[in-house]
């Protein structure tokens, strides 16, 4: 992969644009399949099962977030220790990283599918699942419980892929699970009758495939990163810098639980089923949204990451603007695209008078700064790519924590559901704000520490 010279990975090649498309592009389209996964599950469950169901499947997203959040974690973590090791010529520690955390990973998710079985009906009422929708909700996590492990494995090891330079077989990765769970949905809710069953039997089928697949990469000899049990030994230096760096990640993600279980129950207070059916919609339509940013994310961190522990800050500075750039405009376009055609883009998922009359009103109020969502991702993933793990927390905790759940318990008082809506335009200005004034001081320290590359 690499004999230590920075300039002989791939990693340092100097064309930044290009770099950052090879990296990026295929993250961005695996991202996006996977988005769009989401939206076709929600689809065919919205047209074959009913709005209840979309419910359940919105009350049931916690659990997800939180097996996400916590391969995200770990991935992101140790990509990032993977990288700047490989940049600073130190396989052998990329190695440990990596051992360190597939242990963490099979230990998290054994522990989370138990207690999901275990006290899954208390869960589902935590995060705000009423009578009606209960049972929808239940039958759908029985069986996506299943796939935990398998799950966690390949998002945290996709991540290590990409820290490698591999962004395209972590891409192969992706879209096997997204396109066999597109094409298998119809198949198991229409053609066998499944129902809601079988978007969830579709879901793991997906995933077991998609962990294969990364599973055989690791076998394939074409990396010199091994998934052999001996380097599974916990270290707890080790260890504590994979979660200390990865941990802005979790938290993001696990404050999109933590916020999902707030907004079921907020929205059951002031809107009932239909508004958390409704807004279930908005949010599988917002993460296909996000996906591209998150594949743009990915990418640039192993550059800045890379080129940091070379010593190339003005690369790494140059990254960061170019990566500003393109979130911004991808962002735009995606809200342009709602904002202009939201009474069609919710039709698709259902018919339901109160569900669409509900979600058009919603959309044109929570897509208005969408555009700045970019800017918030790539100033988290700025820090996490150079090992600073509290600013990094802070961002990722900015939108979704700090401002947007206080808004959310605040603004529905005197303005009911569209209380609710408005918390999200307010919380995305304030984000933006932090995030400025946090990164563009460690750009100008780039620049004041730049040397000829």
Same mark, same amino acid.
């Given at each position: 992969m690499t004999?230590?010279?920075p300039r002989?990975?791939?990693l340092?090649?100097d064309?930044?644009? /290009?770099?950052l #498309?090879?990296l990026?592009?295929?993250a961005?389209?695996?991202m ?7 939206v076709?599950?929600?689809?065919f469950v919205?047209?074959?099962v009913g709005?209840?169901?979309i419910?359940?499947?919105a009350?049931? =997203?916690p659990i997800q977030i ?5 391969g995200?974690m ?8 993977i990288?700047?090791?490989?940049g600073?010529?130190?396989?052998e520690?990329?190695?440990?990283a990596?051992g360190?955390?597939?242990f963490a990973?099979t230990v998290?998710s054994?522990?989370?599918t138990?207690?999901?079985?275990l006290?899954?009906?208390?869960l589902l009422r935590?995060f705000?699942a009423?009578?009606t929708i209960l049972?929808?909700a239940?039958?759908?996590m029985?069986?996506l419980? !299943?796939g935990t492990l398998l799950?966690a494995?390949?998002? @945290? ?5 990409? +820290?490698?330079?591999?962004a395209?077989?972590?891409m ?5 699970? #997204?396109?066999?769970n597109?094409a298998?949905d119809?198949v =198991?809710?229409f053609?066998l009758?499944?129902g809601?069953a079988?978007?969830?039997?579709a879901t793991v089928i997906?995933?077991?495939l998609a962990a294969?697949?990364v599973?055989g990469?690791?076998?394939?000899g074409?990396t010199?990163?091994s998934?052999?049990?001996?380097h599974?030994?916990p270290l ?10 990865g ?6 993600m696990?404050?999109?639980?933590v916020?999902?279980v707030v ?5 059951a207070i002031?809107?009932?089923d239909?508004?958390?059916? #409704?807004?279930?919609v908005?949010?599988?339509l917002?993460? =296909? ?7 743009l994310?990915?990418g640039?961190q192993p550059?800045?990451g890379f080129?940091?522990?070379a010593? /190339?800050?003005?690369k790494a500075?140059? +990254?960061?603007?170019?990566a500003?750039?393109?979130s ?5 376009a995606g ?14 998922f259902?018919?339901d008078?109160?569900?669409l009359?509900?979600?058009?009103g @919603?959309?044109?109020v929570?897509?208005l700064t969408?555009?700045l ?6 100033g !988290? ?9 509290l600013?990094a927390l802070?961002?990722s905790?900015s939108?979704? =924590?700090?401002?947007l759940?206080p808004?959310l318990?605040?603004?529905p008082r005197p303005?009911?559901?569209n209380?609710?809506?408005i918390?999200?335009p307010?919380a995305?200005l @304030? ?5 400025l004034?946090?990164?563009v001081p460690?750009?100008r ?5 730049r040397?000829? !590359?």
């Amino acid at each position: 992969m690499t004999d230590g010279n920075p300039r002989d990975h791939l990693l340092s090649d100097d064309h930044l644009g /290009r770099l950052l #498309a090879r990296l990026s592009v295929p993250a961005m389209v695996g991202m996006a399949v996977m988005g769009l996964y989401n939206v076709v599950d929600t689809i065919f469950v919205g047209r074959g099962v009913g709005a209840l169901a979309i419910a359940g499947i919105a009350v049931a =997203f916690p659990i997800q977030i939180l097996v996400m959040s916590i391969g995200q974690m770990l991935g992101v973590g140790a990509a990032s220790v993977i990288s700047r090791s490989l940049g600073a010529g130190r396989p052998e520690r990329a190695q440990v990283a990596l051992g360190n955390m597939l242990f963490a990973v099979t230990v998290l998710s054994v522990l989370i599918t138990a207690v999901g079985y275990l006290r899954l009906d208390e869960l589902l009422r935590l995060f705000g699942a009423t009578d009606t929708i209960l049972p929808h909700a239940r039958e759908y996590m029985e069986i996506l419980l !299943a796939g935990t492990l398998l799950h966690a494995f390949a998002m @945290a090891s996709n991540n290590v892929i990409r +820290a490698e330079g591999q962004a395209r077989v972590a891409m192969i990765s992706m879209l096997i699970g #997204a396109v066999v769970n597109i094409a298998l949905d119809p198949v =198991f809710i229409f053609g066998l009758g499944w129902g809601l069953a079988g978007a969830a039997w579709a879901t793991v089928i997906a995933k077991v495939l998609a962990a294969l697949y990364v599973f055989g990469y690791f076998r394939s000899g074409r990396t010199p990163l091994s998934l052999a049990l001996r380097h599974w030994r916990p270290l707890r230096g080790m260890m504590g810098e994979i979660v200390a760096i990865g941990s802005s990640s979790f938290v993001r993600m696990a404050a999109s639980s933590v916020l999902a279980v707030v907004m079921n129950h907020t929205l059951a207070i002031h809107g009932g089923d239909m508004a958390i059916a #409704a807004f279930g919609v908005i949010n599988r339509l917002l993460i =296909f949204m996000i996906t591209p940013l998150i594949g743009l994310a990915q990418g640039l961190q192993p550059i800045v990451g890379f080129n940091h522990g070379a010593g /190339r800050f003005d690369k790494a500075r140059r +990254a960061v603007r170019l990566a500003l750039a393109s979130s911004t405009a991808i962002a735009t376009a995606g809200a342009a695209l709602m904002l202009a055609f939201p009474t069609t883009i919710l039709g698709i998922f259902s018919r339901d008078r109160e569900l669409l009359a509900i979600g058009v009103g @919603a959309v044109r109020v929570v897509v208005l700064t969408f555009p700045l969502v970019g800017i918030q991702m790539v100033g !988290a993933t700025l820090f996490q790519a150079i090992g600073r793990a509290l600013p990094a927390l802070v961002l990722s905790l900015s939108r979704q =924590f700090i401002f947007l759940l206080p808004l959310l318990l605040i603004l529905p008082r005197p303005w009911g559901l569209n209380g609710i809506w408005i918390s999200f335009p307010v919380a995305d200005l @304030a984000a933006v704000a932090l995030t400025l004034a946090l990164m563009v001081p460690q750009l100008r320290r780039f620049g004041a520490a730049r040397r000829p !590359a």
